[in-house]
């Protein structure tokens, strides 16, 4: 099976500093992969998703940006963090023979102050 | 739109004790069903997946179903123990690399 890799697993921020995630996985060649933000006590948000090297699809308007610079690296980006970017961060790997399940990563959390 | 609703929100059952988490859909296309484990501070484990075609599904202590006609699902635990107390997410799958994500069922075991 897939093994996804996060970090990294906490970060406390201020307002206005960058940010990079880093998710990278391991088991498989050529999956899609998948930016998720969940706020406490809220369902699992789509925020991007790639099926490919350089390949990145937004699903909402936002102050984040993904890249895909590897197969198996994906990467979440800010150039400028607000207050209602804290949450908890979770990359997700679908495809190669478990075609039809997506594994989640350990997940970052987040605090922006 | 789109929706997966989960109920209850929340549920507290003594060790041993069973328990059935419920899920409604109002997803189309509809392609496959998932429920999904969530630790405190943890990414999702998936528990189960169900396609259209397959209503019962088991992994241990973890038995689910799936009406499509209806579009429930229901997630049953047998014998609870105190590692079940955790949060489970439905989730839908329109086919499309797309998962429409419930709000989950927060669960603890007491002792």
């Known amino acids: 099976s897939q093994t996804i890799h996060q970090w990294p697993a906490t970060l406390v921020q201020p307002v206005g500093s960058p940010l990079s995630l880093e998710c990278t996985v391991e088991g498989t060649s050529n999956p899609n992969l998948y930016w998720y933000r969940q706020a406490a006590g809220r369902g699992l948000q789509l925020l991007f998703y790639s099926v490919g090297i350089g390949q990145i699809s937004s699903e909402v308007p936002q102050n984040l940006s993904a890249s895909r610079p590897q197969d198996r690296q994906f990467i979440l980006s800010s150039k400028k963090l607000l207050l209602s970017d804290s949450g908890f961060y979770l990359c997700?790997?679908?495809?190669?023979?478990?075609?039809?399940?997506?594994?989640f990563g350990p997940g970052t959390r987040l605090t922006v102050l | 739109k789109n929706q997966v609703e989960q109920s209850p929100q929340s549920l507290i059952i003594l060790e041993g004790k069973n328990c059935t988490l419920q899920c409604n859909y109002t997803v189309s296309p509809f392609s496959n069903l998932r429920w999904y484990k969530q630790d405190t501070g943890r990414g999702p484990v998936s528990l189960t997946i169900m396609t259209f075609s397959e209503n019962t599904k088991s992994n241990g202590r973890y038995t689910a179903t799936l009406d499509a006609d209806t579009k429930q699902s229901s997630l049953h635990i047998t014998a609870s123990q105190l590692s079940d107390s955790a949060s489970y997410i439905c989730?839908?799958?329109?086919?499309?690399?797309?998962?429409?994500f419930g709000t989950g069922t927060r669960l603890l075991v007491s002792p």
């Open positions: 997700a790997s679908q495809g190669g023979v478990s075609y039809n399940e997506q594994f």
């Open positions: 989730v839908v799958s329109t086919g499309f690399q797309k998962l429409v």
